[in-house]
């Protein structure tokens, strides 16, 4: 039986699960997927390829704490702190066994989770993140997100800013309109009509400088499980130089590029970053697609 639940994070409930905006899909005896998306991210970026899965598995998608609608407490934004957010999902969950896939930051804190909790993860997918600690790549994303006069005084002032002196700030930044996009739709007005980020920027900072300036190079190196390392061949993020590292530092660990793919790999190539998953899993799980069609 495929059963769809969302929820919503709830004070009147003991439930740990209920702290967090959530979305559960697909059949609830099949084998469980869960997605974590990256900073300033939310679940619903995953809606996409998610919905490719749902006929086979029993998927997971959620706002990670300090995102989304999700509860955004004062401070506890380490890899290991969201890692224990999933730990303890999954538990309430009653799942033992996960296949984990995360993007950027979020595929940071699922290698964090497959390196503390190895028996639970069945095959681990990384999109378009190293190990590397990145003192440069933070501070860039630390400045943009700095660069933004929140509060707006409404959402109509806030898509003003981005459609024009956001992008004017970003001279010769090939993808600025489309981070202006996305960082638009991270505004939600407010009932006294003033617009903000739908995050907490405090969780986002602390992210960053969390996420960018610690190595997880002891954790790549100690996996055993089925492991796949997804690359857009045009990331500005994820270096070709590193990719390469990851693959020589434990030959378990395998590698796939895509062509005309940046840091957000899911996005600009959804089919051949579907196809890849399914042919990953297919191959070390045995996992049969018939299909790839979103």
């Known amino acids: ?63 990670q704490r300090g995102h989304g609608a999700s509860f955004k407490p004062l401070d506890g934004y380490s890899t290991e702190d969201y890692a224990m957010d999933l730990k303890h999902i999954i538990d309430e969950l009653g799942w033992d066994k996960i296949i984990l896939i995360g993007h950027s930051m979020g595929g940071r804190n699922a290698l964090h989770f497959a390196y503390k909790f190895p028996q639970i993860v069945l095959a681990l997918i990384i999109e378009d993140i190293g190990p590397e600690g990145n003192k440069a790549a933070m501070q860039k994303n630390i400045d943009l997100v700095e660069r933004v006069p929140t509060p707006f005084t409404s959402k109509q002032a806030a898509k003003n800013y981005f459609d024009n002196e956001f992008v004017k700030t970003l001279p010769g930044m090939p993808n600025a309109r489309v981070l202006a996009q996305f960082f638009y739709a991270n505004i939600v007005q407010f009932p006294n009509g003033s617009a ?40 500005e993020v994820f270096s070709q130089e590193e990719y390469n590292q990851v693959l020589d530092v434990n030959p378990k660990i395998q590698g796939v590029e895509i062509n005309d793919a ?7 190539k959804p089919d051949a970053f579907v196809h890849t998953i399914q042919k990953f899993l297919q191959k070390n799980l045995g996992f049969d697609f018939l299909s790839r069609d979103l």
């Open 1 to 63: 039986m495929t059963i769809s639940l969302v929820g919503v994070n709830s004070l009147m409930s003991n439930s740990y699960l209920q702290k967090f905006k959530y979305e559960l899909s697909g059949p609830e005896d099949a084998p469980k997927l869960v997605f974590l998306h990256g900073v300033m991210g939310s679940g619903a970026n995953w809606q996409k390829i998610a919905k490719a899965f749902q006929k086979k598995f029993r998927v997971l998608t959620y706002d």
């Open 262 to 268: 940046g840091h957000w790999v899911h996005f600009d």
């Open 196 to 235: 903000d980020w739908r995050f907490s920027k405090k969780a986002i900072l602390a992210s960053l400088l969390d996420g960018y300036l610690k190595s997880q190079w002891d954790a790549v190196k100690a996996l055993s499980m089925p492991t796949l390392f997804v690359r857009g061949r045009q990331s």
